[in-house]
């Protein structure tokens, strides 16, 4: 039986802040685009109220996408968690073996 190659919880940990910074370059080019055609189209005053929508927009709708990514990320260990708790209620508790003579 060949076993998975495990991945170390530093890969893991660094691919999940490559996410999070994606996730704030998409935050910041919202800001960006948003107060840019507000200044673009009426000047400080848009650029002003662009930017508190484009804020609003970030609260709103990046929280979402952050629970797709927290998702993705740890829904390898929520399956693995539920196995082995599965497996304890199937057979017991490993140290409960211990205690039974054969």
């Keep these: 039986m060949q076993d998975k190659p495990s991945v170390s919880s530093e890969?893991?940990?660094?691919?999940?802040?490559?996410?999070?910074k994606v996730y704030g370059f998409i935050a910041l080019g919202?800001?960006?685009?948003f107060s840019g055609f507000?200044?673009?189209t009426s000047g400080v005053p848009g650029l002003l109220n662009a930017l508190n929508l484009g804020l609003i927009v970030c609260a709103i709708g990046l929280p979402f996408l952050g629970v797709i990514i927290s998702i993705t990320h740890w829904s390898g260990f929520a399956s693995r968690w539920g196995e082995a708790k599965y497996k304890e209620q199937l057979e017991g508790k490993p140290d409960d073996k211990k205690d039974q003579d054969w």
Excluded: E, Q
Aim: proline share 0%; glycine share 6%; no cysteine.
């Design 11 to 20: 890969s893991k940990m660094r691919s999940y802040l490559k996410m999070l």
């Design 30 to 33: 919202i800001l960006v685009l």
């Design 38 to 40: 507000g200044f673009l």
